[in-house]
């Protein structure tokens, strides 16, 4: 069997077409999201980039606001409140990692819920729980979203999620269990990782370790979603190329449906972060007119 390829780039585009008619219906008003960036880190600037492109393309405002490595936290706790206060800013992201002197989580916290664009402030994670979702993590909602466009069905579905974190695992497996999916999760302290994702009829994977799913760990026709970002070295090209955590050539022979990386949930998640913000200019719209 060959892998059916769930092509993260259409469905992030398709999604970006709706974002874009959503935000045209709020005119003369114009979303404006504000990235929050501490520090010199260049990966963080190149991200920055695009997600300027991808709100230009919808026609949301961006704004990258830099702030000095060195700032206090008391300074970056002032730039979070008067950009909380500021009506002309509809959504608010603080660029992770902050600098060790800082807690990033804390300054996560102070963000309103309402301009929340990463959907990680606790209210809203207290929504994915609830079931009562407004703003939720951007890669969760990108997973669920090419699951939907894919058209798999979830109720009864036997789920496992490999990862925990607080971004992507957790709120992943809330929002399949809303779905009454049958979800397994499973952590650095899962003893048999194996047994469980031969299980799957559905295989997340959101860790971080090119390679570590392999075609004799997934169930033949699972569906494959492969969160991972990994670095590794091209011995064919001498440079680095972009890999997942499932070894994807193999994984595909056996699998009904797979996300490649690059070009799989990553693509979908920059759509999720638009969605956010226009789901959060309506919130807020909504909220005016009380
Ligand atoms: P994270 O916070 O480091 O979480 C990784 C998770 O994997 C943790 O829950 C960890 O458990 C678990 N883990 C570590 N080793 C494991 C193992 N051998 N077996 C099973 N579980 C293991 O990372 P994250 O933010 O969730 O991101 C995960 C990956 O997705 C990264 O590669 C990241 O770059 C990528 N990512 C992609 C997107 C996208 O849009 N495509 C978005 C976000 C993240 P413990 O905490 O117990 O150690």
């Known amino acids: 069997m060959s892998a059916r390829i769930l092509d993260g780039v259409a469905i992030g585009e ?4 709706q ?24 990966g963080a600037r190149a991200y920055a980039k695009s997600q300027a492109k991808a709100c230009e393309e919808v026609g949301i405002a961006y704004e990258l606001r830099e702030l000095a490595e060195g700032i206090t936290e008391a300074d970056l706790v002032r730039e979070i409140t008067t950009l909380n206060t500021d009506p002309e800013v509809t959504a608010i992201l603080l660029t992770m990692p902050v600098p060790p002197h800082l807690d990033g989580r804390a300054a996560q916290r ?4 309402l301009k929340d664009a990463d959907g990680v402030h606790p209210v809203n994670l207290g929504g994915v729980v609830q079931g009562r979702r407004q703003l ?5 909602l990108a997973v669920m979203e090419i699951l939907e466009s894919a058209e798999i069905p979830l109720k009864g579905a036997e789920v496992v999620m490999v990862g925990h974190s607080e971004i992507v695992g957790k709120p992943t497996a809330l929002l399949l269990l809303e779905q009454l999916a049958t979800v397994t999760v499973c952590h650095i302290g899962t003893v048999d990782l194996a047994a469980h994702t031969r299980r799957a009829e559905i295989l997340i994977v959101a860790v971080g370790k090119a390679g570590l799913i392999t075609a004799d760990m997934v169930r033949p026709g699972a569906v494959v979603i492969d969160v991972g970002i990994n670095r590794v070295p091209d011995p064919e090209t001498g440079k680095s190329r972009i890999v997942g955590d499932v070894d994807f050539g193999p994984v595909s022979e056996i699998a009904s449906a797979i996300t490649p990386v690059p070009g799989g949930v990553g ?24």
């Open 267 to 290: 693509a979908v998640t920059t759509a999720m972060l638009l969605r956010n913000v226009a789901e959060a200019a309506n919130l807020q719209e909504t909220l005016r007119r009380i």
């Open 110 to 113: 102070l963000i309103d819920p």
């Open 136 to 140: 939720a993590p951007c890669t969760a």
């Open 19 to 42: 974002v874009r008619e959503a935000v045209a219906a709020m005119k003369p008003r114009v979303p404006k999201l504000v990235a929050v960036l501490v520090g010199d880190n260049p």
């Open 14 to 17: 398709k999604v970006k077409s």
